[in-house]
């Protein structure tokens, strides 16, 4: 849209998000306009009608998760904080009962175990940076939220 015609950009530019995406989908263009014209038309038009569809396919895809994460463990949905794809995002990481033995070693498995970081006299520790990021965001997720 930054490079549209001044009038379309005009016609747009005040529109939210989903009302503009549906918007440019819909554009069309005329042969007496000018070529420039016409290419920024369907450039915008081929570009929101790809947005629209990933953006169904996205809740779709959603929706199954939810079903799934809700058969597996709803409880997890009371926790406060705990959203469809944060309690996936935890499932996935705790994967099946045995794997891990403790809640000690889920953590370091998410990277919020402390580890030691003492200088020789000063005894400290400091978080743990490894382990899985996308688990260690679903723990802060939850945690800051609660």
């Known amino acids: 849209m930054v490079n549209a015609p001044q009038?379309?950009?005009?016609?747009?530019?005040?529109?939210?998000?989903?009302?503009?995406?549906a918007r440019c989908a819909r554009l069309r263009s005329h042969p007496t306009q000018p070529i420039e014209h016409r290419a920024?038309?369907?450039?915008?038009?081929?570009?929101?009608q790809r947005a629209l569809a990933l953006q169904a396919e996205a809740d779709e895809l959603h929706d199954e998760l939810d079903t799934l994460v809700g058969r597996l463990a709803?409880?997890?949905?009371?926790?406060?904080?705990?959203?469809v794809i944060c309690a996936a995002q935890l499932l996935t990481a705790w994967s099946h009962a045995g794997r891990l033995?403790?809640?000690?070693?889920?953590?370091?498995?998410g990277?919020?175990?402390?580890?030691?970081?003492?200088?020789?006299k000063v005894v400290r520790h400091r978080l743990n940076r490894s382990g899985d990021r996308q688990l260690n965001r679903a723990l802060h997720t939850s945690c800051c939220r609660a």
């Open 40 to 48: 920024t038309i369907v450039g915008l038009r081929r570009t929101a």
């Open 74 to 83: 709803p409880r997890l949905f009371t926790e406060p904080g705990v959203g």
């Open 111 to 120: 990277g919020a175990a402390p580890v030691e970081a003492s200088s020789g």
């Open 101 to 109: 033995r403790s809640e000690a070693a889920f953590a370091m498995l």
């Open 7 to 21: 009038r379309l950009r005009e016609q747009l530019r005040a529109l939210p998000t989903d009302q503009l995406l």
